[in-house]
């Protein structure tokens, strides 16, 4: 669970969020969506601890985020960015064993149970056929896949991603959004991701944080009314 109370965002002279409360449940696929340039980034990294021009506070699963040391941090969150891992001869099951690495040993060491949560963390994402294929050699979506999987094995209740869609095709956007509402709703994890897909926002997930003039409302998915608040905002017509 990830709590925001009063948390404002800004840089410089420049005001993104003023002050702002919400709660975003375990359970629960959240899709955070705005303009170019309302803060969305920003908020995420905020929440990852990446970025402390803030005021506010931010609950990690009802700890304050200021009072959790990064190993207790990556415990309880995973980050998931927008960054293409394409370095050759680094194998799929290399890159989901670094989620791992809050529990492992100084020396890193894999223990049998380590090395099972790998193999269920691929499996989970459908690339357990992949996990001895090098990343330069795979699609964007199939190592957005694999980025995933490196999160779910950190094992982490709460797990962010800034636009996970990005450079995929339609069909695997949708694809790739469904699976994220199948692990929050199969693993009990509190999932938000930034997205410019409103149609896929708004039909596959169950909830909208909406950041738009410099306010954050948490929305149901489902209700017309989101609907009609997100075609108002973006000047769209009816979706």
């Given at each position: 669970m990830i709590q925001l109370h009063d948390l404002s965002l800004g840089y410089g002279s420049r005001t993104l969020l003023d002050p702002s409360s919400t709660t975003l449940a375990e359970g629960e696929l959240t899709a955070l969506i705005g303009r170019n340039g309302t803060g969305k980034s920003t908020l995420l990294r905020a929440i990852a601890a990446l970025n402390n021009k803030y005021s506010g506070t931010i609950l990690i699963d009802g700890s304050p985020l200021s009072d959790l040391s990064p190993a207790q941090l990556a415990r309880?969150?995973?980050?998931?960015?927008?960054?293409?891992?394409?370095?050759?001869?680094?194998?799929?099951?290399?890159?989901?064993?670094?989620?791992?690495?809050?529990?492992?040993?100084?020396?890193g060491r894999l223990s049998d149970a380590d090395e099972k949560i790998i193999a269920d963390s691929l499996q989970a994402i459908g690339m357990a056929d992949y996990a001895d294929r090098t990343m330069d050699r795979m699609s964007d979506g199939e190592c957005q896949r694999v980025m995933i999987a490196r999160a779910l094995a950190q094992d982490t209740p709460n797990i962010l991603l800034d636009e996970p869609t990005s450079f995929l095709d339609l069909p695997n956007r949708y694809r790739l959004v469904e699976l994220l509402g199948k692990l929050a709703h199969d693993h009990h994890k509190c999932i938000l991701f930034s997205t410019h897909e409103l149609d896929i926002a708004l039909r596959r997930t169950d909830r909208i944080a909406l950041l738009a003039d410099r306010r954050l409302r948490n929305l149901p998915s489902a209700q017309p009314e989101t609907a009609q608040l997100i075609q108002t905002t973006f000047d769209l017509p009816s979706l």
């Amino acid at each position: 669970m990830i709590q925001l109370h009063d948390l404002s965002l800004g840089y410089g002279s420049r005001t993104l969020l003023d002050p702002s409360s919400t709660t975003l449940a375990e359970g629960e696929l959240t899709a955070l969506i705005g303009r170019n340039g309302t803060g969305k980034s920003t908020l995420l990294r905020a929440i990852a601890a990446l970025n402390n021009k803030y005021s506010g506070t931010i609950l990690i699963d009802g700890s304050p985020l200021s009072d959790l040391s990064p190993a207790q941090l990556a415990r309880r969150l995973a980050f998931v960015n927008t960054e293409r891992t394409r370095i050759p001869n680094l194998r799929c099951r290399d890159v989901v064993a670094m989620g791992r690495a809050p529990y492992t040993n100084w020396i890193g060491r894999l223990s049998d149970a380590d090395e099972k949560i790998i193999a269920d963390s691929l499996q989970a994402i459908g690339m357990a056929d992949y996990a001895d294929r090098t990343m330069d050699r795979m699609s964007d979506g199939e190592c957005q896949r694999v980025m995933i999987a490196r999160a779910l094995a950190q094992d982490t209740p709460n797990i962010l991603l800034d636009e996970p869609t990005s450079f995929l095709d339609l069909p695997n956007r949708y694809r790739l959004v469904e699976l994220l509402g199948k692990l929050a709703h199969d693993h009990h994890k509190c999932i938000l991701f930034s997205t410019h897909e409103l149609d896929i926002a708004l039909r596959r997930t169950d909830r909208i944080a909406l950041l738009a003039d410099r306010r954050l409302r948490n929305l149901p998915s489902a209700q017309p009314e989101t609907a009609q608040l997100i075609q108002t905002t973006f000047d769209l017509p009816s979706l």
